[in-house]
């Protein structure tokens, strides 16, 4: 267990509201993922941190903002959603095992918007 | 830019049977990582494996092993003694060793296998 926590774990929202989705870590990871998952696609990063306010951009950032303020806390911003947003989000840490570092993956997010 | 690729979007297995998931991966690069987790339909995901492109040898965690063909790009999930909890969906991921800041870390992931065990 890597100590990773998602709030809100569901939620509905309407087109144009923004949304806030929180990642919390319990073990001073330094590196922390957004990800989406949507059918058809696997997994696809979103945005990543590798410090505090230290980010950078993944493949699918179009729409989304994220910031770090703290080790413990990453967080996405949807500030306009749209209903191409609707997904399920899932935060991760990379911890160092062995020589490698392996992600490991909170419980998700599941977004609809409407 | 590396593709991770799984072409089999389904497949089932007997319970106590074994069954193989393929994957794919394209990549101009010499040393990586390779991972395979699972989802199962608490949605969570779960580090099942993960094999060290620089290693010959192949992974093996218990009933999971894989087939690792560094030439062919290939990297295939084997499933020994297939149990009813095995039933998931699993995903491929693909990740460069690079550590440190700018763009290091990153799974690039295939689109998954959802595998039904039948009892």
């Known amino acids: 267990d890597a100590g990773i926590t998602q709030s809100p774990r569901h939620k509905v929202t309407e087109t144009g509201t923004p949304v806030t989705l929180r990642c919390h870590q319990t073990?001073?990871?330094?590196?922390m993922y957004w990800y989406r998952q949507d059918p058809g696609h696997g997994l696809r990063l979103i945005h990543y941190?590798?410090?505090?306010?230290?980010?950078d951009k993944g493949e699918v950032s179009d729409g989304y903002s994220v910031s770090r303020s703290k080790t413990e806390d990453f967080l996405l911003t949807l500030e306009s959603a749209t209903s191409s947003q609707t997904s399920v989000y899932f935060c991760?840490?990379?911890?160092?095992?062995?020589?490698?570092?392996?992600?490991?993956f909170g419980p998700g997010t599941r977004l609809t918007v409407t | 830019a590396q593709t991770v690729t799984q072409s089999q979007p389904e497949m089932s297995v007997q319970e106590a049977e074994t069954v193989t998931l393929s994957c794919t991966y394209d990549t101009s690069e010499s040393d990586y990582y390779l991972f395979w987790y699972k989802q199962p339909p608490s949605r969570q995901m779960i580090l099942v494996i993960r094999?060290?492109?620089?290693?010959?040898q192949n992974a093996t965690e218990n009933r999971f092993s894989v087939n690792f063909q560094k030439a062919a790009k290939s990297f295939s999930l084997k499933i020994s003694d297939s149990q009813l909890g095995d039933a998931a969906m699993y995903f491929c991921a693909y990740r460069t060793p690079r550590v440190g800041g700018g763009a290091t870390n990153k799974l690039i992931f295939g689109t998954g296998t959802l595998l039904a065990v039948q009892p």
């Open positions: 991760a840490i990379s911890e160092m095992t062995g020589a490698s570092y392996e992600q490991y």
């Open positions: 941190s590798y410090g505090v306010k230290d980010t």
């Open positions: 073990e001073n990871h330094r590196y």
């Open positions: 094999q060290e492109a620089y290693k010959q």
